[in-house]
């Protein structure tokens, strides 16, 4: 199974991707608001420098302005571990790391991020992660699951812009 070349159990963390490994960036997929009439345009590839880049344009025209990053896998048991760990260099933007527990779930658990135009390792925890559906809280608790069935990056800042995110690595720690 491929999923196994991408997730190492460590001592003291789960790397779920390591984007340095060949064909790392396979199970992901790209998801704009495309989806539902909009304009945005994301592109997500590997660079010669060993990392996955995510870069393009959100759009407000249609009513879009979204763009995100999803990959789905069988479920990964979080092993008592509460924070989530990127490695990444940004654009200075805000993003979205979002999570669901299940795949069949229609919500996602988000965590808004900055970057800072360095690399930088932000760390997520997991239950400070709260419930959205479609950019609305939801009247649910944060997350408070043993495990998850997929990982996404978003961005959606209410304006149109470019964006460019350059990810080394996810962990679960």
Same mark, same amino acid.
């Given at each position: 199974?491929?999923?196994?070349?991408?997730?190492?159990?460590?001592?003291?963390?789960?790397?779920?991707?390591?984007?340095?490994?060949?064909?790392?960036?396979?199970?992901?997929?790209?998801?704009?608001?495309?989806?539902?009439?909009?304009?945005?345009?994301?592109?997500?590839?590997?660079?010669?420098?060993?990392?996955?880049?995510?870069?393009?344009?959100?759009?407000? $025209?249609?009513?879009?302005?979204?763009?995100?990053?999803?990959? %789905?896998?069988? +479920? #990964?048991? =979080?092993? !008592?571990?509460?924070?989530?760990?990127?490695?990444?260099?940004?654009?200075?933007?805000?993003?979205?790391?979002?999570?669901?527990?299940?795949?069949?779930?229609?919500?996602?658990?988000?965590?808004?991020?900055?970057?800072?135009?360095?690399?930088?390792?932000? $760390?997520?925890?997991?239950?400070?992660?709260?419930?959205?559906? %479609?950019?609305? +809280? #939801?009247? =649910?608790? !944060?997350?408070?699951?043993?495990?998850?069935?997929?990982?996404?990056?978003?961005?959606?800042?209410?304006?149109?812009?470019?964006?460019?995110?350059?990810?080394?690595?996810?962990?679960?720690?």
């Amino acid at each position: 199974m491929k999923l196994l070349l991408y997730i190492i159990l460590m001592a003291n963390s789960i790397i779920l991707v390591d984007f340095s490994e060949p064909n790392s960036i396979s199970n992901w997929r790209i998801v704009d608001d495309v989806v539902m009439g909009g304009r945005s345009d994301g592109k997500f590839f590997t660079s010669n420098d060993g990392t996955a880049v995510f870069e393009g344009k959100v759009s407000l $025209e249609n009513n879009g302005g979204f763009s995100s990053i999803r990959h %789905r896998f069988p +479920k #990964l048991d =979080l092993q !008592n571990r509460n924070k989530v760990k990127i490695r990444l260099k940004g654009d200075g933007k805000v993003y979205q790391f979002r999570i669901k527990s299940q795949t069949s779930v229609y919500y996602s658990y988000i965590n808004n991020f900055k970057t800072t135009g360095e690399w930088q390792d932000v $760390e997520i925890i997991l239950a400070d992660m709260y419930p959205v559906f %479609r950019g609305r +809280k #939801l009247n =649910l608790p !944060n997350f408070e699951n043993s495990s998850i069935e997929e990982v996404a990056i978003l961005i959606g800042n209410k304006k149109a812009e470019n964006f460019r995110l350059e990810i080394a690595s996810i962990e679960i720690i």
